[in-house]
């Protein structure tokens, strides 16, 4: 199906572990972003890229690492889960870098 | 810096009321404004943007914001408020650089 999707929906994994949570889209947008959702913060952009193998930081990217091999993935790894990474993490793209960015469903991570 | 103040964190309405949720923004440059719903469970989608021209923009669901550059606010409207309208607003804004900034949102309830 054509759009943005992210899986797993939820996950439970214990602190210390590395996690990666999974980004596709079939746009071939240029660009794609990695945020988190807390509450009393919003949304906070972690990571994004501007093309395939252009990654750069956000806001709040200590803790997380992504690639972009090709253009329609873009995945995030936590390298050692922390509790307070515990949160929803959504994925974007967008055609343009000032355009309509498109959102996946999101992903629960909760980190114990 | 850029940032987005949205000061309302829950509003509650009247279905039928009329609806404006404050979004305030900080940005150097000629800002590219935003504003995105978040229904539970679901990503964002967006309800309307301004790039440039009218000041007044309509988007979908019968919204609308007026972009005010005295003020620096992007504020939300709509009429009458529809009992489906009950989810999460979030207000943001880009510009020349890849990232958009989000606001803290603001939660809308509706009662019958």
């Known amino acids: 199906d054509a759009g943005i999707t992210q899986s797993p929906r939820y996950k439970i994994t214990e602190t210390g572990r590395q996690v990666t949570l999974m980004c596709h889209q079939t746009w071939s947008h240029s660009y794609m972003f990695w945020y988190r959702q807390d509450l009393g913060h919003g949304l906070r952009l972690i990571y994004y890229?501007?093309?395939?193998?252009?990654?750069d930081k956000g806001e709040v990217p200590d803790g997380y690492v992504v690639s972009r091999s090709k253009t329609e993935n873009f995945p995030l790894t936590l390298e050692s889960a922390t509790r307070s990474q515990t949160s929803v993490y959504f994925c974007?793209?967008?055609?343009?870098?000032?355009?309509?960015?498109?959102f996946g469903q999101g992903t629960r991570l909760t980190v114990v | 810096a850029q940032s987005v103040t949205q000061p309302d964190i829950h509003i509650t309405v009247s279905e039928g009321a009329s609806l404006e949720l404050r979004c305030n923004y900080s940005y150097g440059a000629t800002p590219y404004l935003f504003w995105y719903v978040q229904s539970p469970g679901q990503g964002l989608q967006l309800l309307l943007k301004?790039?440039?021209?009218?000041?007044l923009v309509q988007g979908i669901k019968g919204f609308e914001a007026e972009f005010k550059r005295s003020q620096s606010s992007f504020n939300l409207r709509k009429p009458s408020v529809h009992w489906s309208d009950a989810a999460e607003y979030f207000c943001?804004?880009?510009?020349?650089?890849?990232?958009?900034?989000f606001g803290t949102g603001t939660s809308l309830t509706v009662i019958p």
């Open positions: 890229s501007a093309a395939a193998d252009i990654t």
């Open positions: 974007a793209s967008s055609e343009s870098r000032d355009g309509e960015a498109f």
């Open positions: 943001a804004v880009g510009g020349t650089g890849n990232q958009f900034y």
């Open positions: 301004y790039f440039s021209g009218d000041t």
